[in-house]
Nanobody, 117 residues
Framework: AQLVESGGGWVQAGGSLRLSCVAS????????LGWFRQAPGKEREFVAA???????SYTDDVKGRFSISRDSRRPTVYLQMNSLKPEDTAIYYC????????????WGQGTQVTVSS
């Protein structure tokens, strides 16, 4: 099974990007899908997650600016990022964990997002 991210790039502050993550190799229909990020010199941090019920969770830093969604038919998870700030600059990772568990067991390779001021 694998997760493959795309959609990263360079954008000016205030701009938008949409990240995509395609899951393959097994069924992820009963998995929670999430996005994490790691900035240079910092630990990886949680950004957002979406359950199979479409319930969502966000870290406070991105509430009102980022939106996570999933398309179970593909299956793909998206992260729409608006009003980007320089502090959003990081490598963004897609991850998946079985519903009801604590640990994300599948990770993508990451996609770079750079926001210039």
């Amino acid at each position: 099974a694998q997760l493959v991210e795309s959609g990263g790039g360079w954008v000016q502050a205030g701009g938008s990007l949409r990240l995509s993550c395609v899951a393959s190799g097994r069924s992820f229909s009963n998995y929670v899908l999430g996005w994490f990020r790691q900035a240079p010199g910092k630990e990886r941090e949680f950004v957002a997650a979406i359950w199979t019920t479409s319930s969502t969770s966000y870290t406070d830093d991105v509430k009102g600016r980022f939106s996570i969604s999933r398309d179970s038919r593909r299956p793909t998870v998206y992260l729409q990022m608006n009003s980007l700030k320089p502090e959003d600059t990081a490598i963004y990772y897609c991850a998946a964990k079985p519903f009801g568990t604590e640990t994300y067991t599948y990770w993508g390779q990451g996609t770079q997002v750079t926001v210039s001021s």
